[in-house]
């Protein structure tokens, strides 16, 4: 079974300063990888997803099958970056079915 | 396009009690699916649809039934509510790759 896991429930930092947001996958097959983004009271929306390999909003995540992990980085946060992270998992042929990690919320402070 | 809805915003039950949380898309996506949000769990999949009239169950199917009469609705409901079933409760679809989600739906059960 396909699993998702997110080991910081918070992380705090300053602004300009680095982020990394950690996910590592379990899945035995060829996954696609994805971050979402949910700001305060609001919808989820796609911020990745490891197929565009797109920077968005500063955000780049890269795929590395050798440690299943897809970090989520930014050089530099800002104050509008502060939102709850979560990766997501979707399998081959899996139709509508992701599994999604347990969020990271990032808090960037002044 | 309104994209995907979800109605109503806010609910209070009392134990036992029943209801329907709304689902529509307009984007004519064929998969759509019903997540609960619960806070340190992530997202977890309820149910979903991989077209009108099909549907199948994710992770924590108990105690909800869907159906999917046409393209554009996935309603959810609650035969008799409980407690442990207080959460949000976010609808999806998608085309192929990246999921739309409603704004969800803030479900407490006395």
């Known amino acids: 079974a396909q699993r998702v896991t997110q080991p910081e429930k918070l992380l705090s930092v300053f602004k300009g300063a680095p982020v990394e947001l950690k996910c590592n996958y379990s899945y035995s097959g060829s996954p696609e990888l994805f971050w979402y983004v949910q700001y305060s009271r609001q919808r989820l929306q796609l911020l990745l997803r490891?197929?565009s390999r797109e920077s968005i909003k500063g955000f780049t995540a890269d795929l590395n099958k050798g440690e299943t992990s897809f970090h989520l980085k930014k050089p530099f946060a800002q104050e509008e970056d502060s939102a709850m992270y979560y990766c997501?998992?979707?399998?081959?042929?899996?139709?509508?079915?992701?599994?999604f990690g347990t969020g990271t919320q990032l808090k960037v402070e002044l | 396009n309104a994209g995907v809805t979800q109605t109503p915003k806010f609910q209070v039950l009392k134990t036992g009690q029943s209801m329907t949380l709304q689902c529509a898309q307009d984007?004519?996506?064929?998969?759509m699916s019903w997540y609960r949000q619960d806070p340190g769990m992530g997202l977890r999949l309820i149910h979903y649809?991989?077209?009108?009239?099909?549907?199948d169950q994710g992770e924590v199917p108990n105690g909800y039934n869907v159906s999917r009469s046409t393209t554009e609705d996935f309603p959810l409901r609650l035969l008799s509510a409980a407690p442990s079933q207080t959460s949000v409760y976010f609808c999806?679809?998608?085309?192929?790759?990246?999921?739309?989600f409603g704004p969800g739906t803030r479900l407490l059960v006395l």
């Open positions: 997501a998992l979707g399998v081959t042929g899996g139709g509508n079915k992701l599994t």
């Open positions: 999806a679809s998608r085309p192929k790759e990246t999921q739309y």
């Open positions: 984007m004519n996506h064929e998969y």
């Open positions: 490891h197929i």
């Open positions: 649809s991989v077209g009108a009239g099909i549907t």
